[in-house]
């Protein structure tokens, strides 16, 4: 297979000093890309840009809240400056706890959906200015709460589903600029947060394996792997795409294996 290339190209991932996020930087950074690193903790920002250093030499690091859209812009800015115009952009910022509705109160709901969709669009927005116009490429990472329904995850549902339709909105309105953005909607994948609370038991791990059509749990790889693709030329006429890669869990309903809802 060929390998993606993306030598002298400017990468900004938002979120991405830890899990899937950090994944799909390392990736771009290995296939040559100059990488720029967002999350909110400068510990987390400064061992990122270590990892990443190992692919790449030109690694940029900044912490900030994607709550914050002058935080983000100053990044934007910085990152602009340093490695020139940028051609991808990731959104992956994310937060979530399990909470029934009735139990969570309205700032519990208010913190997910700010962090997850307004953060998407601080993100999005802001960065506009400094993409490369024609030719960049926007992709959000999703989830699958934004597809399924899921008990104990009002906020996320509804978040994410949010962040899929400004994808499409975005899509629509950035197309005449040549900007690309696309969703990818991580499934079951090892070695997560979200793994670790989905099956916290071995017990658990093999009832999500049972409900993968393809029986078995993704890699940060497989992840990176589709947003590399994106990003790429293969993809230049994809944009406006809501794209799971969950080895078919969200066609199966996830198998019914959802949380209990408790009240």
Same mark, same amino acid.
């Given at each position: ?21 950090? /994944?799909? =930087? ?21 061992? =990122? ?9 030109? @690694? ?21 400056? &340093? ?11 994310? /937060? ?8 969570? &109160?309205?700032?519990? +709901? ?19 200015? +400094?993409?490369?116009? !024609? ?45 690309? *953005? ?5 499934? !079951?994948?090892? /070695? ?30 497989? @992840? ?7 990003? &790429?030329?293969?993809? =230049?006429?994809?944009? $406006?795409? *809501?794209?799971?890669?969950? $080895? ?7 198998? /019914? ?7």
């Amino acid at each position: 297979m060929q390998a993606f290339d993306f030598k002298d190209r400017c990468v900004f991932v938002a979120g991405g000093t830890s899990g899937i996020n950090l /994944g799909i =930087a390392e990736a771009f950074a290995a296939a040559g890309a100059k990488t720029a690193v967002m999350s909110r903790s400068q510990a987390r920002v400064d061992e =990122a840009v270590l990892r990443l250093r190992a692919f790449s030499g030109e @690694v940029l690091g900044f912490a900030a809240d994607v709550r914050n859209a002058e935080a983000i812009l100053s990044a934007l800015k910085a990152t602009s400056a &340093s490695l020139g115009a940028i051609d991808i952009l990731v959104s992956g910022a994310a /937060g979530n706890f399990p909470s029934p509705a009735l139990g969570m &109160s309205p700032n519990g +709901f208010k913190a997910v959906v700010d962090i997850d969709l307004l953060g998407t669009f601080n993100v999005l927005r802001n960065a506009h200015a +400094f993409l490369r116009k !024609p030719g960049a490429a926007i992709i959000n990472i999703s989830a699958p709460q934004a597809l399924l329904a899921m008990p104990l995850q009002a906020h996320v549902c509804a978040a994410k589903a949010g962040v899929d339709m400004l994808t499409r909105v975005l899509a629509i309105e950035w197309g005449g600029d040549g900007i690309r *953005v696309n969703s990818v909607i991580p499934g !079951p994948i090892e /070695g997560t947060e979200g793994m670790a609370r989905l099956a916290p038991t071995a017990d658990a791990m093999q009832s999500v394996i049972g409900s993968v059509p393809l029986a078995r749990l993704g890699t940060k790889q497989d @992840v990176a792997n589709l947003v590399l693709f994106l990003a &790429s030329p293969w993809a =230049a006429y994809i944009t $406006g795409a *809501v794209i799971p890669v969950d $080895g078919g869990w969200s066609t199966n309903g996830a198998g /019914g294996l959802v949380p209990t809802a408790r009240t």
